[in-house]
C-alpha cells in the first residue's frame, strides 16, 4: 500500500516518468534483494561443514544400518576402573561411561561422513550465509522419558547451564556464542558474536540437552548416583555403585522412526560392568561374562586369544579397517614446569625413546609411528609446505624455527636392533650439552644451574610400563633420572585436571573436520584453566593465530591448508614425544550378534547397529 501511494503522489505533483522509472528500479532491487535473502535462509533438515551431505532429504535410513534388525536381547561391555557419577558434562567426579545412550542432541551426526548433521530434537534448522547466527525448530514429537515435551526453554537452559556449571571445555567450545535466545515454545536462535565461523551452527546442534523443570531442584555440576532423567534410546535401570550400570531401552522412545535412527538401537538391555585389572577382565571375557572387547594392546592380540572358546568359533577375533584420523598419542610434556620449558631439552629427550625397538618387542610390529596431530587423514603435514601452505607460514616466518621450512617433521628413528639407539643418545646430549646442561660427576645427573634433569611419567594403566621402562633405562644413559608412578584412574583424572603431572602418555583424538575444540587443546587462554585439554600448558601466539584461521576456514580445501599449517608448528615445538597409531580395530566378541553388511567408515557400531540374533 504505501509503494502505490508514494507511485500516485508522483503522477499528482508531475515528478514526470524519469522519476518513476528510477523509482521502479530501485523497487525492483528491493525486493529482488529481499527475495535472495529469503531464499538464502530457507529451512533445512542437513548440514555438511563442507560440501554436501551424503544422504539426501528422502532417504529412508543409514547406509550403515540393518532397518529391518530386530529388537531385544541385550549386549554387555566392560570398562577399567570405577564410576562415582551419572553426570559426565561437569569436571567433578568419575562418570559412568554410556550416559550419552540417555540424551539427545539437537542434530546428530553420522559414522560415515567427515562432519554432517540431521535433523533430530530440532526437526529443521535455518541460517544466514555468513552463519552469524543459527536457529532450530523442535520437534514437537520430542518428549522426555516422562512425557513431558522438549521445549526451547530446555535448549536455552542447557546452554546457559553448560557455560556457566560444565566442564571448562564447553566454556571454549562455545565461546563465540554470544547467547540464546526463545523466539516461542519450540524456536530457539543462538547468536554468534562472529560472522564466517562455519563451524558453529553444527557445534550448536552437538549440544546435549536437559530437562530444566528435572534439574530445577538438584545442582547440576555435584557429583550424583541419582539416574537422571533424559530423552535418549535408553534410560538408567540399575545402578550398582563403582561396579555395574545397566541401560534399557525406552520401547516408546519418541525419535525410533526418524530417519536417522531407523534399524539403531536394538538392545533392550547394554550393560557395562567395571573391573580393576585389566588381566583380570580379559578372562572374565574368555569365561563368557561380557559379549565384546576392543583390544587395545597389540602384544595381548597376538598371543592371548589362543583358548578354547575361540579356537572353536565361539569367539569371533578379527580386525575391522577404518578410516578414522588417528591424531596424536605421546608423551605430553607438562611444559609449565621449569625443565621442560627449553624446546630444546623436550627435542633431546625424544632421541631416547626407541619405537622401531619397542614395536617389535612389545606389539609384534602391529603399530605405525605417529608422525602428525592429525594421523592417518588428509589433514596430516607432509613433506616441506610449498604452496598455500607456505603462504600461510611464511606470514609467522619470524616466529618460527628455520628448520620447519627447510625440513620435513621425523621423530628420532633407529633400524629397531637395539644397539643403534646408541647414535640418538649421543645426539640427545649434544643437543642438552649445548643447551646449557653438564654431567654431575658425583651424581651421575645432568643439570643445570645446580638443577637435576628429572622428572616422573605418570602413568594410569600398567599395560604401558614396558613401553616406559626402556624410555627410561635409555635417559638413565645419558644421566637423565626419571621414574614411573602408577595411580588409580581416579587420582590419575584429578591430577591431569589440576596439571600436577611432569610427563603423561595422552591421546590428542581428532576429527576429520577440525575446528572450535582445537581452543581446548592448544589455544593460550586454556593453558591456566584446570580441567581444559591443553594438558601440555601450550602459550603460542602464532598458534592461537592459526586455531582462529582453522575456525574460520571458508571451505573444505583451505581448512586442510591451515591445519597443516598448525600441524607443523606444533610438531616443531617438540610438546610431545609421537608414539604410535593403528589403521584398524582389533574386536572380538561372542557370536551372538546380527551385524550389518555395511562397517561405518569411522567407527565399529556395536552398541547402536549391532543386534542380537536370539532377542
Not at 105 to 112: G, N, R
Not at 541 to 564: G, S
Request: glycine share 6%; with cysteine; proline share 5%.
Amino acid at each position: 500500500m504505501l509503494a502505490c501511494y508514494f507511485l500516485l503522489s508522483m503522477f499528482q505533483n508531475k515528478l514526470g516518468l524519469k522519476m518513476f522509472i528510477r523509482y521502479f528500479v530501485i523497487l525492483g532491487i528491493f525486493f529482488i534483494s529481499n527475495l535472495a535473502i529469503a531464499d538464502e535462509i530457507k529451512p533445512r533438515t542437513a548440514i555438511a561443514m563442507h560440501g554436501e551431505v551424503k544422504y539426501k532429504s528422502n532417504f529412508k535410513h543409514l547406509e550403515y544400518v540393518n532397518p529391518d534388525a530386530p529388537k531385544g536381547g541385550s549386549l554387555k561391555l566392560h570398562v577399567i576402573g570405577s564410576f562415582d557419577s551419572l553426570n559426565p558434562y561437569i569436571l567433578k567426579g568419575n562418570p559412568a561411561t554410556g550416559m550419552g545412550l540417555v540424551y539427545e542432541t539437537l542434530l546428530v551426526s553420522t559414522d560415515d561422513e567427515a562432519f554432517s548433521e540431521y535433523a533430530n530434537i530440532a526437526e529443521k534448522f535455518e541460517m544466514p550465509e555468513d552463519r552469524s547466527w543459527v536457529r532450530f525448530y523442535i520437534n514437537k514429537a520430542a518428549k522426555w522419558h516422562d512425557g513431558k515435551p522438549i521445549t526451547a526453554e530446555d535448549v536455552k537452559w542447557s546452554f546457559d547451564t553448560l557455560i556457566s556449571k560444565g566442564n571448562p571445555f564447553y566454556r571454549a567450545y562455545y565461546a563465540n556464542v554470544k547467547e540464546a535466545v526463545i523466539e516461542d515454545a519450540h524456536t530457539v536462535k543462538f547468536n554468534f558474536n562472529v560472522s564466517g565461523n562455519r563451524e558453529l551452527p553444527l557445534i550448536m546442534g552437538q549440544m546435549p540437552v536437559f530437562p530444566k523443570h528435572f534439574w530445577q531442584n538438584r545442582e547440576f555440576n555435584k557429583t550424583s548416583l541419582d539416574a537422571p532423567l533424559g530423552s535418549g534410546p535408553y534410560k538408567v535401570e540399575e545402578v550398582i555403585a563403582g561396579r555395574s550400570i545397566t541401560f534399557k531401552r525406552v520401547k516408546d522412545w519418541w525419535g525410533k522412526d526418524l530417519p536417522i535412527n531407523k534399524g539403531r538401537y536394538n538392545f533392550d538391555e547394554i550393560t557395562f560392568t567395571y573391573y580393576r585389572d585389566a588381566p583380570v577382565a580379559k578372562q572374565a571375557f574368555f569365561a563368557g561374562e561380557y559379549d565384546f572387547i576392543h583390544e587395545n594392546i597389540a602384544k595381548d592380540w597376538a598371543t592371548s586369544y589362543d583358548v578354547p572358546a575361540v579356537r572353536e568359533g565361539k569367539i569371533i577375533k578379527r580386525e575391522q579397517a577404518h578410516q578414522r584420523p588417528a591424531g596424536m598419542q605421546g608423551f605430553a610434556y607438562n611444559i609449565r614446569k621449569d625443565i621442560f620449558k627449553d624446546k630444546e631439552v623436550r627435542k633431546a629427550l625424544a632421541y631416547a625413546f626407541d619405537f622401531e625397538w619397542s614395536n617389535k618387542q612389545f606389539a609384534y610390529g602391529a603399530y605405525k609411528r605417529t608422525k602428525s596431530y592429525f594421523e592417518n587423514s588428509e589433514l596430516a603435514s607432509h613433506g616441506v609446505p610449498t604452496g598455500r601452505e607456505l603462504e600461510i607460514l611464511e606470514k609467522f616466518k619470524d616466529q618460527l624455527p628455520p628448520e620447519l621450512f627447510t625440513k620435513e617433521y621425523a621423530p628420532p628413528k633407529t633400524s629397531g636392533n637395539g644397539k643403534d639407539i646408541r647414535k640418538n643418545l649421543r645426539i640427545a646430549k649434544q643437543i642438552l650439552k649445548k643447551a646449557g646442561w653438564t654431567l654431575n660427576k658425583d651424581t651421575g645427573n645432568l643439570e643445570k644451574d645446580g638443577v637435576p634433569l628429572k622428572f616422573e611419567i605418570l602413568l594410569v594403566s600398567p599395560a604401558f610400563e614396558r613401553w616406559v621402562a626402556p624410555f627410561i633405562s635409555n635417559l638413565k644413559k645419558i644421566g637423565v633420572e626419571a621414574k614411573i608412578r602408577i595411580v588409580d584412574s581416579s587420582q590419575y583424572q584429578k591430577r591431569v585436571e589440576d596439571f600436577d603431572f611432569d610427563i603423561i602418555v595422552q591421546t590428542f583424538g581428532q576429527s576429520l573436520s577440525p575446528g572450535n575444540e582445537q581452543r581446548d587443546f592448544w589455544h593460550s587462554s586454556k593453558a591456566d584453566v584446570k580441567g581444559s585439554r591443553n594438558v601440555i600448558g601450550i602459550k603460542n601466539p602464532v598458534i592461537d593465530e592459526l586455531i582462529d584461521m582453522v575456525i574460520h576456514a571458508p571451505n573444505r580445501n583451505e581448512l586442510i591448508y591451515r591445519t597443516r599449517a598448525l600441524d607443523r608448528v606444533l610438531l616443531w615445538n617438540y610438546y610431545v614425544i609421537p608414539q604410535w597409531y593403528n589403521s584398524v580395530f582389533r574386536i572380538a566378541y561372542w557370536d551372538k550378534f546380527g551385524l550389518p553388511q555395511i562397517a561405518p567408515k569411522y567407527n565399529i557400531g556395536y552398541i547402536d547397529t549391532w543386534w542380537s540374533k536370539s532377542p
